[in-house]
């Protein structure tokens, strides 16, 4: 019966990470449209601002979903099935979270700050 009472705790606990991170991605898109429509001029542009902003706050989201999918997989159903979709869908969000990174950076995670950008003189 504990095992039970556990195994429904730590899906709980997904299920409230997954709402985590839905909510940061959406309070993400909120305020990115809200530093859109205040700020007059911004160094970047406004479009480009802007889309570091979306990026940033879906970032952060990708991580509350990932670590949600890793505490239900492995606690809850740790079968060969369920890791090997869990290992998919991690590649995917990773993939992701790169490619997002290069947006809103202008740099890979490894890279120095100074290596991603263009240095003058």
Known sequence: MSIEIFRNVVEQVGLVIDAAGVLVVVVGIFMAG?????HVSVPLGKYKQFRQDLGRGILLGLEFLVAADIIRTVAVTPTLDSVMVLGLIVI????????LQMEVEGRLP???EKSGSTQSG
């Open 34 to 38: 809200i530093r859109l429509l205040t």
């Open 110 to 112: 490894w890279q120095s």
């Open 92 to 99: 995917i969000r990773t993939f992701l979270s790169l490619a």
